[in-house]
């Protein structure tokens, strides 16, 4: 992990009607979480790989619509996941079961 908390920004650009203003509530969002963001725009790369090179703390992203459900729970094995709209948080999954 980085010594300030960071998070990789993904939008969609086949689901995506508004790019930049998706981007920047993304942006926003990031700003207000206390992370530092990276944007990475390599397509031919699956998100969970770019996730794992980047090593970063969260992903976030404009809609639940930018990722199915299989995707952001292979996603929380590595990192918490954000969402702008509506406001969702899930953090990532622990690597040991049960309640204390």
């Known amino acids: 992990m980085r010594w300030q908390p960071t998070a990789l920004g993904w939008v969609d650009p086949d689901i995506s009607p508004a790019h930049e203003w998706d981007s920047a509530q993304v942006t926003r969002l990031c700003r207000r979480l ?8 390599n397509p031919t790369v699956r998100l969970i790989d770019r ?23 292979n996603l929380m094995h590595l990192v918490d996941v954000e969402i702008v709209t509506p406001r969702l948080s899930f953090a990532r999954w622990t690597a040991v079961g049960g309640v204390g």
């Open 51 to 73: 996730v794992r090179t980047a090593d970063v703390d969260a992903v976030v992203i404009p809609t639940p619509e930018h990722l199915d459900p299989l995707a952001i729970n």
């Open 34 to 41: 206390g992370y530092s963001l990276l944007w990475d725009h």
